[in-house]
Structures are given as structure tokens and as C-alpha cells.
């Protein structure tokens, strides 16, 4: 009865190659995010989707690019990876507008 | 400048002692969120404010929206609540953004 969650936990990858997360929430939310956390625990927005519309798009490489194929699935797809990718990536999911939002728990990306 | 600051950056506690965390933010939001980041990793969403106080057991926070402030209080703290506690503002549509953290350690 997981509420949100990714797979997979831990991805460790080489530079230069594309890998995927994969999100995936049951409490019926119409919004889901991307945030990532660096080195120094700081989190940031990446990507916001609304009803698999993509709504808040940061500065973020194109490298990047989310994709929803359904409101209760939201991945992200990144090509060519770099060094300065590592970080712990989480989903998280809410209700559109000021509600609480649930997060998944999160996977550590190590690009070497 | 972060438009979400949060004080003290780190905290040491003794068990049983009360504790405050405090959140300053710069721009009008809609709601005000406290997370709590556990040594594992996992993030929990404590509270969500857009006014006034709320309580959950021994955590309350508190929101001043006129003074752009709140605060994260903890009573009778327990080595269990040992955890990096992030304040997160939501301006404007779904966005949040976050402040630095604050790590808490409550020593036995």
C-alpha cells in the first residue's frame, strides 16, 4: 500500500549514458514533481506535472525530459549523463494548488 | 539569497529539552509546508499551514504571515526526532521551494 514510489532506489552509471527513474502513486493525485537534492541536502523543483501536463519546467538541462503516461506515472528519462548528476532524486505527488504532498523514497544517483 | 532562510542550520539537544526551529521567507505564499528528512533518506510531510498554528503530538508550528515567519516547535524531544527538519514555501501554482534545513540532534 505504498503511496508513492520509485524504483529503482540506487543506480550506480557510468558518464555518458542514459538512464530512467520510474515514479508511480495510488492516492489518486492529479500533480507530480521531480525535486532533487544535492550533495548539501538542498532541494529543487525540476518538473512539475499536472493531469501528464507539464507545468512548472526549472532550468534544467535538457538532458532531462519527463514524461507522464498517465497521472499516476511519472518518469524521468536522462541522456548522457555527467558527474554533476549525482544526487538523490525524489517524486513526489498532491492534490493541484496548496496541499500537502507526499514524497517517494527517493533514488541516489552515483554517475562515475 | 535564499528566498527561504532557516535558523539554526544545526541544532544539539539533550533528551526532554524543547525545541525551535525557525523559518524566514521573503516572498507571498499560499501555504507553508515542514518536512522532516530522516538519516535514511525518506522525507515526511509534518505540516502544511496557510494561517495560525497547528499541533500533531508533541510538534506544533506555527505561522506569522505578516511578519513572513513560522516556527517549528518540539516538546519533550527524543533522540527518535533526531532528523534534518526543511521548511518549504509554495508561492505561487504547485511550486515549492525550500529552505536549507535545519539538522537536529538530540543526544540521550
Known amino acids: 500500500d505504498t503511496a508513492v514510489s520509485q524504483t529503482p532506489k540506487y543506480l550506480v552509471t557510468q558518464m555518458g549514458n542514459d538512464k530512467s527513474i520510474k515514479c508511480e502513486q495510488n492516492?489518486?493525485?492529479?500533480?507530480m514533481y521531480w525535486y532533487k537534492q544535492d550533495s548539501k541536502k538542498f532541494l529543487k523543483i525540476m518538473f512539475s506535472?499536472?493531469?501528464?501536463?507539464?507545468?512548472i519546467n526549472e532550468t534544467v538541462p535538457n538532458r532531462f525530459s519527463p514524461k507522464s503516461p498517465d497521472k499516476a506515472h511519472l518518469n524521468l528519462h536522462i541522456n548522457s549523463l555527467e558527474l554533476g548528476d549525482s544526487a538523490v532524486y525524489f517524486c513526489?505527488?498532491?492534490?493541484?494548488?496548496?496541499?500537502?504532498?507526499?514524497f517517494g523514497p527517493g533514488t541516489r544517483l552515483t554517475v562515475t | 539569497k535564499n528566498e527561504v532562510e532557516q535558523s539554526p542550520q544545526n541544532l544539539t539537544a539533550q533528551e526532554g529539552e524543547f525545541i525551535t526551529i525557525n523559518c524566514s521567507y521573503s516572498?507571498?505564499?499560499?501555504?507553508l509546508h515542514w518536512l522532516q528528512q530522516h538519516p535514511g533518506g525518506g522525507i515526511v510531510s509534518l505540516f502544511m499551514?496557510?494561517?495560525g498554528k497547528k499541533k500533531h503530538g508533541r510538534l506544533i508550528a506555527t505561522i506569522n504571515i505578516q511578519e513572513k515567519h513560522s516556527s517549528l516547535h518540539i516538546t519533550a524531544s527524543h533522540p527518535r526526532d533526531s532528523a534534518v527538519y526543511i521548511c518549504?514555501?509554495?508561492?505561487?501554482?504547485?511550486?515549492?521551494?525550500f529552505g536549507e534545513g535545519t539538522q537536529l540532534t538530540v543526544n540521550p
Open positions: 506535472y499536472n493531469n501528464k501536463e507539464l507545468i
Open positions: 499551514l496557510s494561517s
Open positions: 492516492l489518486g493525485h492529479d500533480t
Open positions: 516572498v507571498g505564499i499560499s501555504a
Open positions: 518549504a514555501v509554495k508561492a505561487s501554482g504547485s511550486r515549492l521551494t
Open positions: 513526489a505527488s498532491s492534490q493541484p494548488g496548496p496541499y500537502e504532498q507526499y
